[in-house]
């Protein structure tokens, strides 16, 4: 269970990041165009939005299930251990409130300007936390097979 898991989790990783980087060079050429925010733009965010909520539910569950996930007194003193149980949770929980709130405020937002700036501000800052959090663990972010 938990090597599917993981590979799913780490597959879906580039479907995220592909879609998170589409977001952001979308809507930042709409922001600072002064485009329309099209039926394709609103497409890419949902899509964007369910992948990140899938990866976040895989995500959960690998936590449970994960050898690298330990609560003990040395949880902290380790940083392997720390990262995996902490650090990497709190990014990406961080990470996906972002993108949820970007989703979700934009579409309230009376003007297309306006809806471009919050997708751009909000999922860039997304993209940077998630890029950092990856770095972090010293694994690349794209894994070239």
């Not at 709409?30 to 992948?51: E, N, P, V, Y």
């Not at 995500?59 to 940083?79: E, N, R």
């Not at 993108?99 to 300007?113: E, F, G, W």
């Amino acid at each position: 269970m938990y090597t599917g898991l993981f590979h799913s989790h780490s597959g879906l990783r580039y479907i995220v990041v592909v879609l998170l980087l589409l977001v952001v060079v979308r809507s930042a050429a709409g922001f600072f165009g002064k485009k329309s925010f099209t039926k394709a733009d609103d497409k890419l965010s949902l899509f964007l939005f369910i992948s990140t909520h899938i990866q976040l539910l895989l995500g959960i569950v690998l936590y449970f299930v994960s050898p690298w996930v330990k609560w003990g007194a040395d949880t902290m003193k380790v940083a392997e251990t720390r990262y995996w149980t902490v650090e990497h949770l709190l990014g990406m929980l961080i990470a996906v409130g972002l993108i949820t709130v970007a989703r979700i405020s934009s579409k309230k937002l009376p003007d297309d300007v306006s809806k471009h700036r919050r997708m751009f501000i909000f999922n860039l800052a997304a993209l940077l936390i998630i890029v950092l959090t990856i770095m972090q663990s010293g694994r690349p972010i794209f894994i070239v097979f």
